[in-house]
T-cell receptor, first 113, second 115 residues
């Protein structure tokens, strides 16, 4: 069965500082991996996705993520965080056979001025 | 392009009452999902439709939850009778379907509070 672990429940960073959110997955084959962002009272929005190829993927809003098969990880990064990045971030793994995604429990990002 | 529409946005009911949520996916999206998001947790899949057929409802508590997607477009999720532990945000998402891309488009959710 596929699963996702996001080890950090809550992270606080200062505005302008760099950010890394961790994600570990469990999946039997080559995974489809995703990061979504959820602002308060909103639905989830896709930030970026990895299917195959280059292990460093670029997304919207200046985010990037790196797929490391050896570590079963797909960490999200941003060089300089803006106050508007404060939100909850979810990592997800996709089951290509079943056509469905499994989500982690999320990491809440707080940005200090 | 219109996004995924959900209603109502908020609902407060007493336990043992019933409630229904409605979702209209993005036009042309064959696959529709209902997720339950309990506070502090990630979305958990309740049911997945492909057009008007059920693909996966293994996690749907069928003694109290039901869902339908007549005509393969909009969908309704019903809870009857509601329990306290059903308090959550119910998210509807849609995707093109085939070929599978895994990219889901979410509505803003329906927040249910059961008292």
């Amino acid at each position: 069965a596929q699963s996702v672990t996001q080890p950090d429940i809550h992270i606080t960073v200062s505005e302008g500082a760099s950010l890394e959110l961790r994600c570990n997955y469990s999946y039997g084959a080559t995974p489809y991996l995703f990061w979504y962002v959820q602002s308060p009272g909103q639905g989830l929005q896709l930030l970026l996705k990895y299917f195959s190829g280059d292990t460093l993927v670029q997304g919207i809003k200046g985010f990037e993520a790196e797929f490391k098969r050896s570590q079963s990880s797909f960490n999200l990064r941003k060089p300089s965080v803006h106050w508007s990045d404060a939100a909850e971030y979810f990592c997800a793994v996709g089951n290509t056979n079943a056509g469905k995604s499994t989500f982690g429990d999320g990491t809440t990002l707080t940005v200090k001025p | 392009e219109a996004g995924v529409a959900q209603s109502p946005r908020y609902k407060i009911i007493e336990k043992r009452q019933s409630v229904a949520f409605w979702c209209n996916p993005i036009s042309g999206h064959a696959t529709l999902y209902w997720y339950q998001q309990i506070l502090g947790q990630g979305p958990k899949l309740l049911i997945q439709f492909q057009n008007n057929g059920v693909v996966d409802d293994s996690q749907l508590p069928k003694d109290r939850f039901s869902a339908e997607r007549l005509k393969g477009v909009d969908s309704t999720l019903k809870i009857q009778p509601a329990k306290l532990e059903d308090s959550a945000v119910y998210l509807c998402a849609s995707s093109l379907g085939a070929p599978y891309t895994g990219e889901l488009f979410f509505g803003e959710g329906s927040r249910l509070t059961v008292l």
